[in-house]
T-cell receptor, first 112, second 112 residues
């Protein structure tokens, strides 16, 4: 069974803190994605990676960075968290090309 | 980049009636169109997808139609049931790329 897991379901951080969100997939997928989900705005792509150590900016990369040192793991980093980064963060993975993306359960991040 | 618009943002139907959600896209190079269902508190999951070499695809009570000329595609749910209540997202992707462009979502409520 396909599985994408995220390190936390809920996270509360203070403004200015460095935040790490981790995602792990067990499907040997080349592609991994980080999305942000906000009401009325749908799913917006922050970054994606198509191979180890490779990354591409999505639509809203400002304030975020990513790391992919191993194929199964993709990390999202908020260098200095701000209140406008309070959101639901979803990780996904897929085979190369336009194929089904499998999503993780999400991390609800609150920055106070 | 691609721009996907989705309507309506909310939809209420009586149990047993049909529901239709419509999406338009801007990039004629898009040729993969998935639909995701997200139940409250859960991860988005693929329910049906269509590629541009076909005009319609059905899976039991769910169907998707694609009009490449007009650049729009629609999700049709027949004989709706309370468990169809969820947020539905459309997306578009270009064959040569890996990125999905999501619509802003439709919150469907099926009234028993």
């Amino acid at each position: 069974d396909v599985k994408v897991t995220q390190s936390s379901r809920y996270l509360v951080k203070r403004t200015g803190e460095k935040v790490f969100l981790e995602c792990v997939q067990d499907m040997d997928h080349e592609n991994m994605f980080w999305y942000r989900q906000d009401p009325g705005l749908g799913l917006r792509l922050i970054y994606f990676s198509y191979d180890v150590k490779m990354k591409e900016k999505g639509d809203i990369p400002e304030g975020y960075s990513v790391s992919r040192e191993k194929k199964e793991r993709f990390s999202l980093i908020l260098e200095s968290a701000s209140t406008n980064q309070t959101s639901m963060y979803l990780c996904a993975s897929s085979l190369p090309g336009p194929y089904e993306q499998y999503f993780g359960p999400g991390t609800r991040l609150t920055v106070t | 980049g691609e721009n996907v618009e989705q309507h309506p943002s909310t939809l209420s139907v009586q149990e047993g009636d049909s529901a239709v959600i419509k999406c338009t896209y801007s990039d004629s190079a898009s040729n993969y169109f998935p639909w995701y269902k997200q139940e409250l508190g859960k991860r988005p999951q693929l329910i049906i997808d269509i590629r541009s070499n076909v005009g319609e695809k059905k899976d039991q009570r769910i169907a998707v139609t694609l009009n490449k000329t007009a650049k729009h595609f629609s999700l049709h749910i027949t004989e709706t049931q309370p468990e169809d209540s969820a947020v539905y997202f459309c997306a578009a992707s270009i064959n040569s790329g890996n990125q999905f462009y999501f619509g802003t979502g439709t919150s469907l409520t099926v009234i028993p």
